[in-house]
């Protein structure tokens, strides 16, 4: 029992967290060469001034639609009773 906790408890942070963490510390916006030429481009991204209410309220929009599709497609062909043609073989 305790091998099957841990297996899965490895197996859902493996899979979930990690390619989250490894992609947010590898991913560059603007290349190394265009920060060091114009450094004004610190002072946006440190002021979170590219991240705006529409931008945020059109990423929770698209987040809330596909937890509502992930949801309610595999409940719906899940809870849809058999044919008595397919349900009797």
Known sequence: PLYDTAY?????????SLPIL????VEQHVSMDTLKRDPSL??????????????????????????????????SCLTTPLSPATASS
Do not use: M
């Not at 931008?55 to 596909?66: E, I, P, S």
């Open 8 to 16: 899965l408890t490895l197996y859902n942070i493996s899979f979930t």
């Open 22 to 25: 490894l992609y947010s510390l």
């Open 42 to 75: 610190y002072r946006d991204i440190a002021k979170n001034s590219l991240l705006r209410w529409p931008v945020f309220l059109y990423w929770t929009c698209l987040g809330v639609f596909d937890a509502v599709i992930f949801f309610f497609v595999p409940t």
